[in-house]
């Protein structure tokens, strides 16, 4: 049979003596051919890396002559992503505590005879230079001949970066 073709179908044959060609004999069959599961095709145009505070989306294609009805798994799920099972999407916005690799992640779909897999695959977060920011806020007002007392403190959330405060007085 031809590719995905199944169903039963009648074959009827005739067989006809040559000397006498009146006489022939015909018998009839059916030949029944089972559908079997063929695989289910999945790729994607994977993203592997990624600056922190950007969206990150993509979602798989799926291929399957025999199904459109999919459910879709992942394996190391990167902390700060989502995965939507019913359309494979994984997506997120990763923040500065998320810069690093993610190794592994690996994406399947179900078609509820086999699964089918993406490689695995690893994403990287970038770090972005984060600004600095003031952790104490000053007093702004002072009386006349009061002496003024302020300590600023700043900090980075930019892993291993110090601060210098520098006061300019006008």
């Known amino acids: 049979p031809i ?5 039963s179908t009648v074959i ?5 003596d040559n000397d006498y060609s009146s006489v022939s004999v015909r018998d009839s069959f059916t030949v029944t051919v089972e559908a079997v599961d ?6 994607a145009d994977i993203i592997y890396e990624i600056d922190q505070a950007e969206y990150y989306t993509f979602t798989p294609t ?16 990167p902390s700060w992503a989502s995965f939507d099972t019913s359309t ?20 399947g779909v ?23 920011s003031f952790s104490t806020v000053p007093t702004t007002s002072v009386d006349e001949d009061d002496y003024y007392f302020y300590i600023p403190s700043a900090n980075d959330i930019d ?12």
């Open 3 to 7: 590719e995905n073709a199944n169903g």
């Open 12 to 16: 009827t044959l005739k067989v006809v």
């Open 38 to 43: 063929d695989p289910t095709i999945i790729t």
């Open 62 to 77: 799926v291929t399957d002559v025999d199904s459109t009805s999919w459910s879709f798994v992942i394996a190391n799920l």
């Open 88 to 107: 494979g999407q994984l997506y997120g916005t990763p923040d500065n505590d998320d810069v690093g690799v993610y190794s592994s992640v690996t994406i």
């Open 110 to 132: 179900y078609d509820g005879y086999s699964y089918s897999y993406l490689d695995s695959f690893s994403i990287t977060v970038n770090n972005v230079n984060d600004l600095p």
């Open 159 to 170: 892993a291993g970066v110090t601060v210098d405060i520098i006061a300019h007085v006008y």
